[in-house]
């Protein structure tokens, strides 16, 4: 099946810096989606993103999905922010199931 | 319902009981999974349902796993003879469609087998 593969494991922040997630898939996709997982468990839907970009707020995320790449980026982080940040793919072929990483945990101190 | 919920949020269980974890997903969601995370990893697929059709299983740690999906809303995952290594967090998903669109995760069962 599709590997997917997400860096760096751990990242710690200064409240109000920028910061940059990278995932690496290793098949064509057809689904790609980014979650943050706050500290009480919660799975919460960023972006679908199968290619291309889009913005919400403080966070963007960009797939290149010829280069089987996405990245998220988060920008003047706060404390909020905080939590594992997954990335999650679905391979062209077979069902729309989604692997995901192992995920970045994120701290962002004030 | 607004999100998706699952019940109960915590379970103990003996080794050996069985166990029972729900799955109430967004109302008109056709598209159902259920994912297992342990501790420290990313969510691990078990099982995937369009309406009741069970479609994929292949994730199903093995045959003490059990889920169905009868009339094509709540879904109950069934555990047989639970054992230590069954211990984790139990999520359900769902999504609008049968393809592949946004996915909506309930807060999960944290399952401890003792």
């Known amino acids: 099946g599709i590997q997917v593969e997400q860096s760096p494991p751990d990242l710690i922040l200064q409240e109000g810096a920028n910061s940059t997630l990278r995932c690496n898939f290793s098949d064509s996709v057809n689904n790609l989606q980014w979650f943050h997982q706050n500290p009480w468990g919660q799975l919460i839907n960023l972006f679908y993103?199968?290619?291309g970009t889009k913005q919400n707020g403080r966070l963007s995320a960009t797939t290149v999905a010829t280069e089987r790449y996405s990245l998220l980026y988060i920008s003047s982080s706060q404390t909020t922010d905080s939590g594992v940040y997954f990335c999650?793919?679905?391979?062209?072929?077979?069902?729309?199931?989604?692997?995901f990483g192992k995920g970045t945990m994120l701290l962002v101190s004030p | 319902g607004a999100g998706v919920s699952q019940s109960p949020r915590y379970k103990v269980a003996k080794r050996g009981q069985d166990v029972a974890l729900r799955c109430d997903p967004i109302?008109?969601?056709?598209?159902l999974f259920w994912y297992q995370q342990a501790l420290g990893q990313g969510p691990e697929f078990l099982t995937y349902f369009q309406n009741e059709a069970q479609l994929d299983k292949s994730g199903l740690p093995s045959d003490r796993f059990f889920a169905e999906r009868p009339e094509g809303s709540v879904s109950t995952l069934k555990i047989q003879r639970t054992q230590q290594e069954d211990s984790a967090v139990y999520l359900c998903?769902?999504?609008?469609?049968?393809?592949?669109?946004?996915?909506?995760f309930g807060s999960g069962t944290q399952l401890s087998v003792l």
């Open positions: 109302s008109g969601h056709v598209s």
């Open positions: 999650a793919a679905g391979a062209v072929r077979g069902y729309s199931t989604l692997t």
């Open positions: 993103i199968p290619s």
């Open positions: 998903a769902s999504s609008l469609g049968g393809g592949n669109e946004k996915l909506f």
